[in-house]
């Protein structure tokens, strides 16, 4: 750890994400009825995302009684009657092509002074993150507002905050990577709605394997907030995709995006699917990668890792240590995406994400890996003052 660096790091590494609460997003983020939130960096034409965040946006418009059917709120989505929005731009994170709206039950998950808030994922079975038209995705998201939330809310009322890291730790150690595969993390969350006499709500957890995602997705990035304006200013401290363009945000100018056309992940299309044209980068999940876990853990991770066998990169076990800034003193593993490390190492971070169908109808088709181009963190650098001098 540098000397020039030590107060952010050490601000970071001391620093415990905890969750703490439930709420509506129109109550916790401020969000007007006219408003959605998104993935990623802003959309070049809101009112023309990509098909998957159409159909995710339709899903939730009728869902919160915005719209009377999926043609109505496309409608209501062209015409510019609902505005899309960045999700980390107000305080949130969003996996894959999810919507929140100002209905949407979100966690709160507070770092320091940071609070970040990540929507309630949905339990046993997919949802409109997948970016397609199941008519069991409303059913399913009642059954996260009348007894997934409220079932959190009481645990939280019961137990006070959570320690997401300690969760963390937990699953990292049984070997989770966080993103792609986490099951022993989610079971210790389940757990601890069980304690709390929230048993229907803990079965619900354990049958839904990556439910501890979404939440690690806000610690992730409230961790990496409680940097910014710090003196590591090349910190990445936001990072994500929304289908077209993928981008990053630094400490040192935690308010400007830097993007690139975001190309799709490479990986293992689902057998039923084998030809399917995929969606460009999609998800705030690549926060966890910012953080250090998911991808860039995948070393430590032997079943995450074989999910993407052919298609991992040969130095995906040195990664970490060449990009990432300092050793978590709980996780035990490194933290902290350094732009100013990937642009020196001339390499990429790895970011495992999900492969959605490009054409906003087939859902969910396989899952792979991404890695955007050094070029961004360059830019990224240089755009904000950072770069180094020539010859240096």
């Known amino acids: 750890m540098s000397g020039s660096a ?3 790091l050490r601000g970071l590494l001391a620093a415990r994400a905890r969750l703490v609460a439930v709420r509506r997003a129109g109550d916790a983020l401020g969000l007007g009825p006219h408003e959605l939130l998104h993935a990623g960096p802003p959309l070049q034409d809101p009112r023309r995302p990509p098909p998957v965040l159409q159909a995710a946006a339709a899903a939730v418009l009728v869902h919160e009684g915005r719209a009377a059917g999926t043609g109505a709120a496309l409608a209501l989505l062209a015409g510019g009657a609902v505005r899309l929005v960045p999700a980390q731009d107000r305080g949130c994170v969003v996996p894959l092509a999810c919507v929140v709206g100002p209905g949407t039950p979100v966690f709160a998950v507070q770092a320091g002074t940071v609070r970040l808030h990540a929507p309630v994922p949905v339990v046993r079975g997919a949802d409109h993150r997948m970016g397609w038209p199941d008519p069991a995705v409303g059913e399913r998201l009642r059954l996260r507002d009348i007894r997934v939330a409220p079932g959190w809310a009481r645990v939280l009322a019961a137990t006070g905050p959570l320690d997401l890291a300690e969760l963390a730790a937990i699953g990292l150690a049984a070997g989770d990577d966080l993103h792609v595969r986490t099951s022993a993390a989610t079971d210790a969350l389940a757990q601890a709605a069980r304690h709390a006499g929230e048993h229907v709500l803990a079965d619900d ?14 610690a992730c990035a409230a961790l990496l907030r409680t940097a910014e ?7 990445v401290t936001r990072a994500g995709g929304n289908g077209d363009h993928f981008g990053i945000a630094l400490a040192g100018a935690p308010g400007h995006w830097f993007t690139t056309e975001a190309q799709p992940p490479h990986g293992h299309l ?3 699917w084998p030809s399917q ?3 460009g980068a999609i998800g705030d999940s690549a926060i966890v990668e910012a953080f250090g876990t998911g991808g860039m853990a995948l070393a430590g991770a032997p079943q995450a890792a074989a999910a993407f066998a052919g298609h991992l ?10 990009l990432l800034a300092a050793v978590h003193p709980l996780l035990g593993r490194p933290v902290g995406l350094d732009a100013r490390r990937v642009v020196d190492a001339g390499c990429a971070p790895l970011v495992a994400l999900a492969m959605l169908a ?3 109808q087939a859902g969910l088709v396989g899952r792979g890996l991404y890695r955007p181009p050094v070029d961004l963190f360059a830019r990224a650098l240089a755009g904000t003052g950072l770069a180094a001098p020539a010859g240096a």
């Open 205 to 218: 957890v354990e049958a839904t394997p990556l439910f501890f995602l979404t939440p690690w997705m806000a």
């Open 229 to 235: 304006g710090g003196d590591l200013p090349t910190l």
């Open 313 to 322: 990169p040969a130095d995906h076990a040195q990664l970490a240590g060449r």
């Open 277 to 279: 044209p995929v969606c």
């Open 358 to 360: 490009a054409d906003g």
């Open 6 to 8: 030590g107060a952010a």
């Open 270 to 272: 689902d057998g039923r």
